[in-house]
């Protein structure tokens, strides 16, 4: 144990009732949803970035926190990860996510930062044999470095490229090693900032390139995890090729991989595409291509990604409705892409952000789960689309009846279809009852 979150024990569950602000009063990891622990439905990580690496900046202005893990050397990455397990162990998230640069220091070399990577990777197996926490996904971080201010996958430099395929490689090995479930790529820098200098059809050639080879890669490691990819339509660039899940969909079906690679679906980038969560995780779902998720939210009256705990349980119960609806998680999960606002310096406020996304994610689940069981809205839904199961309804869909065909019997029959009303306003209602 380290010294650095003194005083504070395991978070336990303390009920509805509880005013203890190191408790939690909605997430019961064994409480039975849908004949289903919690714990088990939401499958929560950690961000390691967030949580360790960030040092509260903001496009404005520097580092605001202080923590004795930060600078070089892998004295400082051991003791992240002391502080790190500790974290999560007190927390009781059974998993957490890192990026390859959240976790080790550069070295002069790539050779020299894989090795860094390696020893910091040995340590983590260490941990989570001790604590049984779990690795939900690993990813490469091809983006902060001004290796990549072009863009990684789709850089016009092949020696870039090739630099970025062997840190995949790294990475994924990594993964493989200490069991990771999942193993995700996000393009941050793959789009462009002007078409005067871009070729997006070479871009996106050597994008899915580079995704094809991490599916061989995985096959011929014997990797069982999912690949996915995140996606996000912008910022840090004007626009990027995996802008939302129609995008990726597309994109995926372009490069014949839409049975290989799933989609980590984050609200924010959802909310900066111009959509909501649960219709980017009901596309994805309708599209077979669902596998996790990045829970934050964004602040409306900012223009950037602000990454801010989830604190509306209405917010996030349609998107857990349409989560349960496909089925739950497989080897997906509820990892936080959220971090504490620049101003909140203490470690304690690592405790009450988690604490705080936890139990909004756990109200929403708890609602969700009641509007299935309680069925209003799936009627509702059915009697919808009710007359599609009529045989001649039936035909036309199936193409069974010609383009002629439908209209001739329309015509013999002159009729003329009658409007029926959405009901969106009593389904609103609906919802409300339920958080």
């Not at 990475?171 to 393009?187: K, S």
């Not at 929403?364 to 009641?370: C, D, E, P, R, V």
Request: aromatic share 10%; net charge negative.
């Amino acid at each position: 144990m380290t010294d650095f979150f003194h005083g504070i024990d395991k978070i336990a569950y303390e009920g509805p009732d509880s005013t203890n602000p190191l408790a939690f009063r909605h997430y019961d990891p064994d409480a039975l949803v849908l004949g289903k622990r919690m714990e088990d439905h939401l499958r929560f990580a950690a961000a390691y970035w967030h949580s360790l690496a960030y040092e509260g900046l903001d496009p404005f202005g520097g580092r605001t926190f202080e923590r004795p893990w930060y600078g070089d050397g892998m004295e400082r990455a051991f003791l992240k990860a002391d502080v790190a397990f500790e974290l999560f162990s007190k927390l009781g998230v059974p998993y957490f996510c890192f990026h390859d640069a959240d976790v080790r220091p550069e070295g002069k070399t790539l050779v020299d930062t894989v090795t860094n990577l390696n020893r910091v990777a040995e340590v983590f197996a260490h941990k989570m044999e001790a604590t049984g926490i779990r690795l939900l996904w690993g990813t490469a971080n091809l983006f902060s470095h001004r290796r990549y201010m072009a863009g990684a996958a789709t850089n016009p430099d092949p020696e870039v490229f090739a630099y970025a395929a062997a840190s995949i490689k790294a990475m994924m090995d990594v993964t493989h090693r200490l069991g990771g479930e999942n193993y995700v790529l996000w393009g941050g820098r793959e789009g462009y900032e002007t078409l005067l200098n871009t070729d997006i059809g070479q871009e996106m050639d050597q994008m899915g390139r580079m995704l094809s080879m991490v599916v061989e890669y995985k096959h011929k490691i014997g990797f069982k995890g999912t690949i996915l990819v995140e996606p996000k339509p912008q910022e840090p660039t004007k626009h990027q090729y995996d802008y939302d899940v129609a995008t990726c969909y597309g994109f995926l079906r372009r490069y014949g991989l839409e049975d290989e690679v799933k989609l980590n679906i984050e609200v924010g980038h959802a909310f900066l595409a111009g959509h909501s969560f649960e219709h980017e995780l009901a596309l994805a779902s309708a599209l077979g291509v669902l596998g996790s998720i990045d829970m934050n939210r964004n602040d409306p009256q900012c223009g950037w990604d602000t990454d801010h705990f989830p604190n509306d349980p209405q917010s996030v119960v349609l998107a857990y409705r349409e989560i349960l609806k496909a089925g739950g998680f497989t080897t997906g999960g509820t990892n936080f892409d959220a971090r504490l606002r620049r101003q909140s310096i203490d470690p304690a406020d690592l405790f009450h952000g988690h604490i705080l996304g936890m139990d909004t994610c756990a109200r929403g689940l708890k609602a969700a789960a009641a509007m299935i069981e309680e069925g209003s809205l799936d009627a509702a839904l059915a009697e919808r689309y009710q007359g599609w199961q009529a045989p001649e309804a039936q035909a036309m869909l199936k193409g069974q009846r010609s383009l002629d065909q439908i209209a001739e019997g329309v015509l013999a029959g002159e009729r003329e279809p009658e409007p029926r009303s959405g009901r969106q306003e009593y389904l609103e209602g609906l919802v409300n009852r339920f958080v």
